[in-house]
């Protein structure tokens, strides 16, 4: 007989910890399965110079674990780990988790009414099975020709070797996108030279960031209440001056674009430096990144930005299209993650014996209510399908989602049932709402190609509307959109012999 | 098929019409003691599985009024119980359950003979099939011993019910429950009794008899046009059938029928505001039928079919499909027997 659990949580990020916490308070037993040897997820993963978090600090942290320590406004990423591994320490999360531990596999066995999972170590069944792998898990690591014969040292930002100096050396960062904005400037700090290949210009607002004062800090400690104050303040904001600009109006975006411009303007004197760094994309888009020493890097001496696109890579550095060879010692792949093309979904097989990633090449990524997908029953996904947001925390949607399923474990304790499939139609119709949400937002008419969208144009990643109204829907398990199965009368009367 | 591809109706649903009971029936069946079974057959063409719809107490065939548009995609046979709509007059002694599903035999027989079969049953329906499970067991589930015969490949459950609670109170608390379950028996008795002073007493189509059918049957946010229709259909059956039925009713026990369905996908509807089968009836029997489906629908009382047609539909056609994909099901039984 293989190992049995409750629940199984793949992943020990922020989603696996916080699942983590809600089990053990409601006293279900479970497991975290974690492929790296350290919680933290995303936040483990990526350890490039400069990375951090582009959401306020305050925001993005779990809202039952505030952290009045936070030394800067915009935590950085060492910080945000400490406080995540802090967290799940406190919370006697670590004991639960199975480092190293990586799932190969999950089928759905329709006998036994449970998940039956390969892993690394050995095979591992459940009744439930959260899935909190990640949005940004998976390197995106786009194909060059030659790259295999380049003889300098290759890395993706999402596995940095720390150990390497880049001091003196050539540097080549490929992308523009958030983590690249990150790294450009600390690259650039110690580099001999540092090209910068751009596809696509990025809209840079100007960084907000500052470090919190010891004074603030002993305030926070001393009064709880002003930290969620201020906590709300950038929750609201973001709710009423950002999303509506970006899901409702895109012209309301010339606010940001005004300021993106002064921003440029300032930074970058060069008149034709600054066209080849203006964006022709509505800003928002592609996810805003902001930065104060961006420009400033890509604009010094040192730097040549390099719009021609690469033809390919040899064992010296990269041509060009144009013809050019960029000698380079190292190439920093800032290209980001599969979002829309997330290979996890392969590894999940349903009722009907298709994997999720089957089902999603027929009809685009997409679940009811970002969590639950029909013919996959006792499955929950943490940031699943449209609970992506451009304009606050991410572990808002988290939060809500745990709330939800919190309350279908407890329905099927208190009711006896034993597994919960979404209806099909219900979760058709709820996508189509969310779809034609979209259709006037910035993401989808902003005319640019974005990680948010799949290769036929469908955004499969974007909550489109307030927040708070994703988590009212998600407030209370609503039976009527689901199928039961119920626990056998004889099996009842046995528990209840026991 | 696209597991998530559902079709979008084209038209805007209607409003059942009480004033429009009547119907002509595409046949007419004899039962095994001669009383004709009306039957109607909708979308005759559709190859695959033909949806057999059966109607509860009092009502009849035209109860399906949401689920006729299925025929778009399936064939769809429909009845009406014996004195109830368009069949014949019975003998007095035959107003059982156990005689209702020798009734719906012979409609599978007469219609869908070498046919597969998907049995859709509403409250006294639901218990029609546990009849036909009960004596007919071998129609359920995959090989049919004469290929001649119909072959029940899956069965909902409407608002339905086993065997009834001992302490039933039609959802109702504290003293009212009791007034009006002395009002409700005596009234029933009544019809048994004296049928000609029940019917003078019915006071069919006014007011307070559409409010009682509301209340009965129906959600308490349902459209009033709703409680009209069934208040019609309930007229329309004669006094003397409904107290007799009904103490029928009272009686059935099907628990062990329950068994038959195990072989086959079953799925179980019942609307959250149920009055006269309670969720708890319903949960009973998806309890009792290994990996049989529950849904429970919000905004819904008695009359699922009715009150949440778009719901209904799609779990229906969820339910067809299923019969598409997996023709037989023979594990479910040796579940049953671990």
Redo the contacts between chains.
């Keep these: 007989m293989s190992e049995s659990h409750r629940v199984v949580v793949i992943g020990a990020g922020f989603g696996g910890i916080g699942a983590s916490i809600k089990l053990a308070e409601q006293g279900i037993e479970h497991v975290i399965l974690e492929k790296a040897d350290d919680v933290g997820g995303t936040w483990w993963a990526n350890k490039y110079p400069g990375c951090r978090c582009d959401v306020p600090s305050h925001l993005y942290s779990f809202s039952f674990a505030p952290n009045p320590d936070w030394s800067d406004s915009y935590s950085l990423q060492p910080e945000i780990w400490r406080y995540l591994r802090r967290v799940a320490e406190e919370h006697t999360v670590i004991e639960r988790v199975r480092f190293g531990c990586k799932v190969e596999a999950a089928r759905w066995d329709d006998?036994d009414k449970q998940w039956v999972l390969e892993t690394s170590s050995g095979t591992i069944r459940c009744d439930v099975l959260i899935a909190a792998h990640g949005f940004l898990s998976e390197p995106r690591i786009p194909h060059f020709e030659g790259i295999e014969t380049f003889t300098g040292q290759v890395m993706h930002s999402a596995e940095w070797d720390p150990s390497y100096d880049v001091t003196g050396k050539r540097v080549a960062v490929i992308g523009t996108g958030a983590s690249a904005v990150q790294i450009v400037p600390e690259v650039h700090r110690d580099a001999e030279h540092l090209f910068v290949f751009q596809r696509t210009a990025a809209w840079i607002l100007p960084h907000r960031g500052r470090a919190i004062p010891e004074k603030e800090k002993a305030l926070y400690r001393r009064i709880p209440a002003l930290q969620r104050a201020v906590r709300a303040y950038h929750y609201w904001s973001a709710e009423f001056v950002v999303l509506p600009a970006l899901a409702k109006n895109p012209a309301r975006t010339k606010l940001i674009r005004n300021m993106a411009m002064k921003h440029l303007e300032e930074q970058v004197p060069d008149p034709e430096l600054r066209a080849k760094l203006t964006p022709d994309f509505v800003p928002g888009c592609k996810r805003l990144t902001p930065s104060n020493d961006y420009l400033p890097a890509v604009a010094s001496p040192s730097t040549t930005l390099v719009t021609d696109g690469i033809e390919r890579i040899e064992p010296t550095g990269i041509r060009t299209t144009d013809g050019t060879l960029h000698e380079v010692d190292v190439i920093i792949l800032a290209t980001g993650f599969r979002v829309t093309d997330n290979t996890f979904s392969a590894l999940v097989t349903g009722r009907?014996g298709?994997t999720l990633q089957e089902?999603w090449e027929?009809?685009g990524m997409?679940a009811y209510n970002g969590t639950t997908v029909?013919?996959f029953p006792n499955l929950y996904l943490l940031v699943g399908p449209n609970t992506g947001i451009g304009h606050t925390s991410v572990i808002y949607m988290i939060e809500a989602q745990l709330t939800y399923v919190m309350d279908a474990l407890r329905l099927m304790k208190e009711?006896?049932v034993r597994t919960f499939?979404v209806?099909?139609?219900v979760?058709?119709a709820f996508n189509e709402e969310v779809q034609r949400k979209l259709q006037p937002s910035v993401w989808n008419t902003g005319g640019c190609v974005s990680w948010y969208l799949d290769k036929n144009g469908r955004n499969p990643t974007i909550w489109p509307d307030y927040t708070f109204r994703f988590a009212r829907r998600l407030r209370s398990f609503?039976?009527?959109s689901?199928?039961?199965?119920?626990?056998?009368?004889d099996e009842?009367a046995m528990v209840g012999a026991r | 098929m696209?597991?998530?591809?559902?079709p979008t109706w084209g038209f805007v649903m209607s409003w059942p019409d009480p004033h429009h009971l009547r119907w002509t029936p595409t046949l007419r069946v004899p039962s095994d003691d001669g009383t004709e079974i009306a039957v109607e057959i909708l979308g005759d063409n559709h190859p695959g599985p033909t949806l057999v719809f059966i109607h509860g107490w009092t009502f009849s065939s035209r109860s399906w009024h949401y689920q006729r548009m299925l025929a778009e995609r399936h064939r769809l046979v429909l009845m009406d119980h014996r004195d109830h709509g368009e069949s014949g007059t019975g003998p007095r002694e035959h107003r059982t359950i156990e005689q209702v599903g020798r009734d719906l035999y012979a409609v599978l027989e007469a219609t869908c003979k070498d046919r597969d079969v998907v049995l859709v049953g509403h409250s006294m329906g639901g218990m029609t099939i546990m009849a036909l499970a009960a004596e007919h067991a071998d129609l359920f589930g995959a090989e049919s011993p004469d290929a001649q015969s119909a072959r029940v490949k899956a069965v909902a459950l409407l608002d339905t019910s086993a065997k009834r609670p001992d302490d039933h109170t039609f959802g109702l608390r504290g003293p009212f429950a009791g007034l009006f379950l002395k009002q409700w028996t005596s009234s029933l008795a009544l019809m048994v009794a004296d049928p000609e002073k029940a019917e003078r007493a019915r006071r069919s189509g006014s007011a307070i008899s559409v409010r009682i059918s509301g209340f009965l049957n129906l959600h308490r946010t349902s459209d009033r046009r709703l409680a009209q229709f069934t208040e019609a259909m309930s007229a329309a059956t004669k006094a003397q059938v409904v107290g007799d039925f009904w103490a029928d009713l009272d009686a059935h026990d099907k628990l062990k029928a329950l068994e038959a369905l195990a072989d086959v996908p079953v799925l179980v509807v019942v609307g959250v505001a149920d009055r006269l089968t309670p969720v708890t009836d319903a949960?009973?029997i998806?309890?009792?039928v290994?990996?049989?489906?529950?849904?429970?629908?919000?905004r819904a009382g008695h009359c699922a079919m009715l009150e949440r047609p778009?719901?209904v539909n799609?779990?229906l056609l969820?339910l067809v499909a299923n019969v598409d994909?997996q023709p037989a099901k023979p594990?479910r039984r040796s579940?049953a027997a671990r």
């Design positions: 006998d009907d298709r089902m027929e009809s997409s029909a013919g009711r006896g499939d209806r099909a139609d979760q058709t609503d039976l009527d689901y199928y039961q199965e119920l626990v056998s009368a009842r | 696209g597991f998530l591809a559902r949960r009973i998806a309890a009792g290994p990996g049989s489906r529950l849904l429970e629908l919000e778009e719901a799609a779990a969820d994909h594990r579940r």
